[in-house]
């Protein structure tokens, strides 16, 4: 069963700007991942934030969790053409590595 | 270079066709997965494997089989009795332990019912 569930929206943003989208989980979790995929393409992992932890940056990436609410958001801070891919969310519960992934947000960044 | 391997990148198949989806891992990883990824789905767990010659459904094995002879292999095979197999099939593996960690993808293969 899908625990992962992001926001499903396409998000289409003008280069420069930031880019926010969401994900909603419904059971407990030892982590939560964020994943991108180009058009056609495998996924590549971006940033896991583990259970214990609120907040977690890579590079131009912000990801916050909210264990309470059981939601997380990615953020892409000062997008660029390249960023343009569909993002998803995934959860993994603890005792296995069933990684269970959302709908994906698709996301378009104008040049 | 290290990394997971899926071929055919393209796959066609008649109607009532067996057909087998190869994966292959220079990881070292335990444990590996199939996905399905329909448009507006999401990625969907079709079996994974975390040992050797041990492998256990996802939420959407009918109509799949796999097998897990060695560990940098796993492949699929989409049988007959999948009646809607048209979809991107993505392999992924990761390592196992109490800590769970990212998973590695393939490129994927897009797999289409003439």
């Known amino acids: 069963s899908q625990q992962g569930e992001e926001d499903p929206q396409a998000l289409s943003i003008q280069e420069g700007e930031n880019a926010t989208m969401n994900c909603s989980y419904k059971t407990s979790i030892n982590n939560l991942q964020w994943y991108r995929q180009n058009s056609g393409r495998g996924l590549v992992h971006l940033i896991l934030?583990?259970?214990?932890?609120r907040e977690k940056h890579s590079g131009r990436l912000r990801v916050t969790l909210d264990t309470s609410k059981k939601s997380s958001s990615l953020l892409i801070t000062a997008s660029r053409a390249a960023d343009t891919a569909s993002y998803f969310c995934?959860?993994?519960?603890?005792?296995?590595?069933?990684?269970?992934f959302g709908k994906g947000n698709q996301v378009v960044v104008i040049p | 270079d290290g990394g997971i391997t899926q071929s055919p990148k393209y796959l066609f198949r008649k109607e009532g066709q067996n057909v087998t989806l190869s994966c292959e891992q220079n990881?070292?990883?335990?444990?590996m997965y199939w996905y399905r990824q329909d448009p507006g789905q999401g990625l969907r767990l079709i079996y994974y494997s975390q040992i050797v010659n041990d492998f256990q459904k996802g939420d959407i094995a009918e109509g799949y089989s796999v097998s897990r002879e060695k560990k940098e292999s796993f492949p699929l095979t989409v049988t007959s009795a999948q009646k809607n197999p048209t979809a991107f099939y993505l392999c992924?593996?990761?390592?196992?332990?109490?800590?769970?960690?990212?998973?590695?993808f393939g490129q994927g293969t897009r797999l289409t019912v003439v």
């Open positions: 995934a959860t993994a519960p603890y005792g296995n590595n069933r990684l269970a």
């Open positions: 990881l070292n990883h335990d444990a």
């Open positions: 934030i583990r259970s214990n932890e």
């Open positions: 992924a593996s990761s390592i196992l332990g109490p800590r769970n960690t990212e998973a590695f």
